[in-house]
């Protein structure tokens, strides 16, 4: 089949393409990096021809909670339109889990944004909701770094490894649109503070850590177990364990 992967130069939207090449099938990206711009939709309906389905990984740089909606809302009717002028058959959409819990998050606020659009428009859908990835804490310490201390949250989380939130998206491309949402998870509970301490190791990144909801990426909407997925939930199989031992990447 040929897949578009929005966000295809980026973290999971890598390694979607990546999945999609190994079984066989064409990928086509669409980022600005290959002069796709999704906020403007500018050449995107001639990239979609002969497209069967379209997987939506893009991750737009916001600041704030307007710009947060704008920006996956404007993405996501920019990919239907052309989706629907060029007969794609299925979106889509990487999402989080958990996403209704968490008030306060201008990038909770977007992915709901982006989670309407879906929803409402007329190309058939599947939304994959994925827990935090198990790079996460290890990125949102890399953003609070104050008097050189990295500030992390201490969340429980229920991590999922990147390439297995990369080949659940293309098992779900492949496979007919569900017109609604599944969550999926990695298969146990771990700390955060932990996990980005661990991470840092495994890297060689010397970083010292403070656990703190006090100037931390996330604030205490995201405290106790708001992030761990409901009973049934599917789970990928590779453990962060296993994730730290095969290289942290
Ligand atoms: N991190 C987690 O733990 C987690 C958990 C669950 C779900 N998610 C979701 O996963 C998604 C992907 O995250 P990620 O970490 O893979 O993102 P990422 O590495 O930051 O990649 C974002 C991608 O979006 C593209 N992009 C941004 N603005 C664009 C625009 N205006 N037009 C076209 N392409 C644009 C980027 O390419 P250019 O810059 O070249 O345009 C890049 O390819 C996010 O939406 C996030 O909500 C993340």
């Known amino acids: 089949m040929r897949i578009a992967v929005a966000g295809g130069t980026g973290r999971i939207g890598g390694l979607v ?4 090449t190994r079984r066989g099938h064409e990928a086509v990206s669409l980022s600005r990096g290959v002069g796709i711009d999704l906020l403007t939709g500018v050449g995107l309906r001639q990239r979609l021809e ?16 307007a710009e947060a909606e704008h920006a996956f809302a404007t993405i996501t009717r920019n990919l239907l339109t052309a989706e629907t002028e060029t007969g794609v058959r299925h979106h889509v959409a990487l999402s989080i889990a958990a996403l209704d819990a968490v008030a306060g ?16 428009g007329s190309v ?7 827990t935090q990835f198990h790079d ?11 008097d050189g ?29 569900l017109s609604a ?4 998870a990695g298969p146990r509970t771990e700390d955060a503070v932990d996990m980005a301490r661990r991470t840092f190791t495994a890297r060689g990144t010397d970083l010292p850590l403070r656990a703190s909801w006090q100037g931390a990426a996330l604030g205490v909407e995201f405290a106790g177990e708001v ?19 095969a290289g942290a990447r």
């Not at 393409?17 to 999609?20: C, D, F, G, I």
């Not at 990984?57 to 909670?65: G, K, S």
């Not at 998050?105 to 409402?120: D, L, M, S």
């Open 17 to 20: 393409v990546t999945e999609l």
């Open 50 to 65: 002969g497209v069967d389905a379209v997987i939506d990984a893009t991750n737009p740089p916001v600041a704030d909670i």
């Open 105 to 120: 998050n201008p990038h909770y606020y977007g992915k709901r944004a982006q989670e309407r659009e879906v929803a409402a």
């Open 124 to 130: 058939p859908f599947t939304i994959v909701r994925a």
């Open 136 to 146: 996460f804490p290890a990125m949102i310490a890399e953003w609070t770094v104050v």
């Open 149 to 177: 201390e990295a500030i992390v949250p201490p969340l429980l989380v229920q991590p999922i490894a990147p390439a297995d939130v990369a080949a659940a998206l293309v098992d779900t491309a492949l496979d007919a649109p």
């Open 181 to 184: 949402s599944f969550d999926i």
């Open 227 to 245: 992030l761990i997925p409901a009973p049934g939930t599917r789970l990928a199989p590779t453990s962060f364990d296993e994730w730290l031992a």
